[in-house]
């Protein structure tokens, strides 16, 4: 392959899954909690070049782009007031552990309800688990006190103390849930009832990202069509001059 198709061709790939990941965090701009992910372009590998009859290095030649592996930008988010009882954020770095029916994975988004039976769920239906490790119940028709430790008080008892973990190695196996190794609470951190953690997507930021983006990958499209009408005239040339 021609390597300037090949080193266009990098770059309209890296692109694209550039765009992937700016689609991905447009879509969540309004998921509470959510986190945007990050990944910057290198320079794919570089090939000596020397003259093919002394031998003489004349210098070097990337061969493209690519992404590195994406990284998880975990820096706070606003917290937005919504004065539900049942909603809660964590100031300070930290995650909620739930038990889901895939196992156990952490989110920073609060956003919680109960079910029929009273367990603290998800929107998705996921249990919200306390420090033990156990499915939060709320009894019916109580409401709830939230403390800033995570503890949760009924009529000034304490029913259940929210599960917040440091994360070593976070790794985003969704939209909002991580997979990682769990440790002890952060210090500082403090659980903030009747708040919500907002997406830490900034849709204009990623809006323009995008469109800079899809420039970018068109420019390399050109470059390919252009390379590709160089080598037809040269082929064009070449049988013209071998007749």
């Known amino acids: 392959m021609d390597r300037g198709l090949y080193i266009a061709a990098t770059g309209m790939y890296a692109e694209l899954a550039r765009q992937d990941q700016l689609a991905s965090d447009l879509a969540n701009a309004s998921t509470p909690g959510y986190k945007p992910t990050r990944a910057a372009q290198t320079s794919f590998g570089e090939v000596l070049i020397s003259n093919t009859l002394t031998g003489q290095a004349l210098g070097s030649i990337g061969l493209g782009a690519q992404l ?36 156990i994975v952490y989110t920073r988004d609060g956003q919680f309800t109960t079910d ?94 995008m469109i800079v983006s899809m420039r970018a990958y068109e420019s390399s499209q050109r470059v390919i069509q252009a390379i590709d009408e160089t080598l037809q005239r040269g082929i064009a040339a070449g049988s013209a001059n071998g007749s």
């Open 68 to 103: 590195d592996a994406p990284r998880v930008d975990l820096a706070q988010g606003v917290l937005r007031e919504t004065d539900e009882p049942l909603d809660v954020a964590l100031e300070g770095p930290g995650f909620f552990r739930l038990q889901t029916a895939d196992g």
């Open 116 to 209: 029929a039976t009273g367990r603290l769920v998800t929107p998705t239906g996921a249990s919200v688990l306390d420090e033990q490790g156990r499915p939060i119940t709320i009894p019916a028709g109580a409401k709830p006190a939230i403390g800033p430790d995570g503890a949760i008080r009924v009529n000034g008892q304490t029913v259940a103390t929210l599960a917040v973990v440091s994360l070593a190695n976070p790794r985003k196996i969704g939209d909002n849930a991580f997979s990682g190794t769990p440790g002890a609470k952060p210090a500082g951190t403090q659980v903030r009832q009747g708040y919500l953690e907002a997406s830490a997507v900034d849709a204009a930021t990623s809006m323009i990202d």
